[in-house]
């Protein structure tokens, strides 16, 4: 793994520098999108809608419009910014455990100690299991102000962001407002069904089966044939001729440099055909 970020815990004088590691990662079978037709490759552009010019990440900036005006925001601006510039994870209390709702939760990060000592780690790990208690922390992570719960996982910190109050929204179904009769009976019947399924809960059980169904899928295309090559996806781009000629980066960056070159000699040898003109005026004009 690699480390995404560098920083240090602190609360009160003590400070525990840490690496952060994103703890989970995707699995999903990566597709992309293509012409039903011809199986092209379907592209999202970047276009300009001043100059028309497709824009490399590079030269994008950030904005903000209240509708009347808009306020460019570039990256130097960003990290300008006191939180931005911040590198530590500073604990602003800690709660029971029990108190954290699960649907706050976010993203998950690990952390490893970074420094020629891990004690100060090790002393906080082992302070939070004793005392069963999660520390609430305020960071800066990715120009996002975040929120989150640090706390132990198998013998290693962990951060585990956490959603902001007004992003977890209230539910209300009209339906449950209405008094609803529920019988003895009814709940013995639905206790007695639920101790039927009643188990220990083994992540490592569970697959997730429509991947592997879109992997089976895949193979057996291969497997058949029912394939084309990955090249014929790619197009032409629209000042290329060729009809269906594919051009690489290389190929492309070559042609550039040759046609600046062909530009440059036919722009000194238009300057030479006029310098000669000119000499010949002027000898003509002499005699």
């Known amino acids: 793994m690699r480390s995404i970020w560098k920083g240090a815990i602190t609360f009160g004088l003590v400070n525990v520098p840490v690496k952060v590691y994103s703890a989970t990662e995707d699995h999903d079978v990566e597709l992309h999108q293509v ?110 102000t975040r929120l989150a719960a640090l706390r132990v996982r198998d013998d290693v910190l962990m951060l585990q962001t956490l959603l902001w109050a007004d992003e977890v929204r209230t539910a209300q179904f009209p339906a449950l407002e209405s008094t609803v009769t529920v019988s003895d009976r009814e709940l013995d019947l639905s206790a007695a069904l639920v101790d039927s399924f009643a188990s220990d809960f083994t992540p490592g059980d569970f697959t997730d089966d429509y991947q592997a169904q879109l992997r089976t899928l895949i193979e057996q295309k291969l497997a058949a044939g029912d394939a084309i090559d990955t090249e014929a996806t790619f197009g032409v781009t629209e000042d290329e001729p060729g009809g269906g ?20 000699d036919t722009a000194e040898s238009d300057t030479e ?10 000898a003509k004009k002499r005699a």
């Open 245 to 264: 000629e594919v051009l690489d980066l290389m190929e492309a960056l070559r042609r550039s440099v040759d046609r600046s070159r062909a530009g440059k």
């Open 35 to 144: 012409h039903d037709e011809d199986g092209g490759r379907i592209r999202y552009q970047r276009r300009c809608e001043v100059c028309g010019k497709i824009v490399d990440y590079a030269h994008i900036d950030k904005a903000f419009s209240d509708g009347d005006k808009t306020v460019i925001i570039t990256d130097t601006d960003l990290k300008a910014l006191p939180e931005e510039r911040s590198r530590e994870i500073d604990v602003v209390e800690f709660v029971p455990s029990n108190q954290l709702d699960p649907i706050m939760f976010d993203r998950s990060y690990f952390l490893e100690p970074d420094g020629s000592s891990p004690k100060a780690y090790v002393l906080l790990r082992r302070t939070l299991e004793q005392t069963d208690r999660t520390a609430i922390v305020h960071f800066a992570l990715r120009q996002k």
């Open 273 to 282: 055909t006029t310098k000669t003109a000119t000499k010949k005026a002027g």
